[in-house]
Nanobody
């Protein structure tokens, strides 16, 4: 099991930026991909972005394409989510996620970071 520790959430005005960070507790050699999901009040958890640990392939939800960027630092076992041009509808708890074999099955979750965007 990989422990994922998130940081960087907070309150920002619409149009502003935030960066989320996620630290993996041990070597990520067995990880296929890491990324982010989010869950707004009263809604289901939804995919936001992911990055393959080897090779760096990235994928994004349509709602965040062109505004959010997922990146990683293999040496530090870190993954990041840079969020620009934030909108009130981006308000949610953001969860870091790690999958060992396939992105269709997430194996480990972070504790969640609140992101609130005011209009």
């Amino acid at each position: 099991q990989v422990q994922l520790i998130e940081s960087g959430g907070g309150l920002v005005q619409a149009g502003g930026s935030l960066r989320l960070s996620c630290a993996a507790s041990r070597r990520t050699g067995s990880i296929f991909a890491m990324g982010w999901f989010r869950q707004a009040p009263g809604k289901e958890r939804e995919f936001v972005a992911r990055i393959n640990w080897s090779g760096g392939y990235t994928a994004y939800a349509d709602s965040v394409k062109g505004r959010f960027t997922v990146s990683k630092d293999n040496a530090k076992n870190m993954v990041y989510l840079q969020m620009n041009s934030l909108k009130p509808e981006d308000t949610a708890v953001y969860y870091c996620a790690a999958a060992r074999l396939t992105w269709s099955k997430v194996d480990d979750w972070g504790q969640g970071s609140q992101v609130t965007v005011s209009s």
